[in-house]
C-alpha cells in the first residue's frame, strides 16, 4: 500500500504545478502583492471549512494547545512564505524565467541542508543522492546550459526565494511537531489554518492601507484569483499534511515531480513544445523519486 505522505505529495505537486500556471497569467494584469494575496484570499475559508469538516468526519478527544513557540514559527513561515511568493512572482517577469524558477526549487537541497545543521534531522545516504539527483534535474529542466545568459538579479532572486520556501517548510513541519498529542490530519489542518488565516488578514491590512488599487485589479480578475486561491490552498493541505508524516526533504524531492505536471500543462494547455533536455530531466526527476521513497 503506498504510503499517505507519498498520496499527499502528489497531490500537493498537481496542484502547485496549475497555481503556478494561473499565478502567471494573473501577473499579467495584477502586481506583485495582488498575486500574492490571490494564493491566500479564499484559501482561508476553505481551511476553516476543512477543519470543520475533519473534527466532524474525525472526531477526538484530546484538546489543541498552542505553544509560544508554535506561534513563533507559525508567524515566520507565514512571512518566509509571503517573501518567497514575492520573489516567485517577480521571477515571471525575467527574461531567464526558467533559470531563475529551477534555482527557486533549490528548496529541497536547502532544506535538507538547514535541517541537519540546525534541527538536528536525519537522511539517509539514499536520501541523499535523491536530493542531489532531484536538484540536478530541476536544473536540467529549466535550461541550465544556459548559464552564461543567468543575470546576477535572476540568480539573487531564485535563490532567495528557495530559500525562503525552504524556510517555511521546515518551520511549518517544526509547527506540526509542537501539537504532537494530535493525529498529524489535525496537526496539519491548525498549522494551515493559522499560516493562511496570517497571512490573508496581513495581506489585505497591507493593500487596504497602502495599495487599494490592485484589490480594483483583482476584482477585475476575480475568477483567476479564485482559481490561483484554490489550487494554493490544495497544495498547502497536500505539503502540511505529508510534512507532518515525513522529513520536509524527503517530501520536497518527491514533490519535484511537480515539474513533471507543469510541463505537461505547458504541451497540453498551452501547446509548448518540449525539449530533449526535458526528457532527460524528466527521468532523472523519476529516479529521484524513486530513491527518496526507497529512502
Known amino acids: 500500500m503506498i504510503s499517505s505522505w507519498i498520496l499527499f505529495t502528489l497531490m500537493a505537486a498537481f496542484m502547485q504545478s496549475w497555481r503556478n500556471a494561473f499565478q502567471k497569467q494573473l501577473s499579467t494584469t495584477v502586481d506583485v502583492y495582488g498575486v500574492t494575496l490571490a494564493r491566500f484570499l479564499f484559501g482561508f475559508p476553505f481551511a476553516a471549512a476543512y477543519i470543520f469538516w475533519l473534527y466532524q468526519s474525525h472526531p477526538i478527544s484530546q484538546h489543541v494547545s498552542f505553544t509560544p513557540k508554535f506561534w513563533l514559527y507559525i508567524f515566520i513561515a507565514g512571512c518566509s512564505q509571503i517573501l518567497a511568493t ?109 499560516i493562511i488565516g496570517f497571512q490573508c488578514l496581513s495581506m489585505l491590512l497591507y493593500l487596504v492601507l497602502f495599495s487599494r488599487h490592485t484589490l480594483k485589479a483583482m476584482g477585475q480578475r476575480i475568477g483567476m484569483t479564485f482559481k490561483v486561491s ?63 521513497i526507497w529512502a
Not at 525552504?166 to 501539537?179: C, D, G, K, Q, Y
Open 86 to 194: 514575492i520573489l516567485m512572482v517577480l521571477l515571471f517577469k525575467q527574461k531567464n524565467y526558467a533559470i531563475g524558477v529551477g534555482l527557486a526549487k533549490s528548496e529541497a537541497i536547502l532544506a535538507a541542508l538547514i535541517a541537519v545543521m540546525f534541527l538536528q534531522d536525519h537522511l539517509s545516504a539514499l536520501g541523499w543522492v535523491g536530493v542531489a539527483i532531484g536538484g540536478g534535474a530541476v536544473f536540467l529542466l529549466s535550461k541550465g546550459s544556459q548559464l552564461q545568459q543567468l543575470s546576477v538579479k535572476t540568480l539573487v532572486i531564485g535563490v532567495g526565494s528557495g530559500l525562503c520556501f525552504a524556510i517555511t517548510s521546515l518551520l511549518v513541519r517544526e509547527a506540526s511537531l509542537e501539537l504532537q498529542s494530535l493525529p498529524f490530519l489535525h496537526r496539519a489542518s491548525w498549522v494551515l489554518l493559522c
Open 230 to 292: 484554490v489550487c494554493s490552498f490544495l497544495a498547502s493541505l497536500g505539503w502540511f499534511t505529508a510534512m507532518s508524516m515525513q522529513s520536509v526533504a524527503i517530501v520536497k524531492t518527491l514533490g519535484q515531480i511537480e515539474i513533471l505536471f507543469s510541463l505537461l500543462i505547458s504541451a497540453y494547455f498551452f501547446k509548448e513544445k518540449l525539449a530533449r533536455t526535458d526528457h532527460w530531466g524528466l527521468g532523472l526527476v523519476v529516479i529521484a523519486a524513486i530513491m527518496v
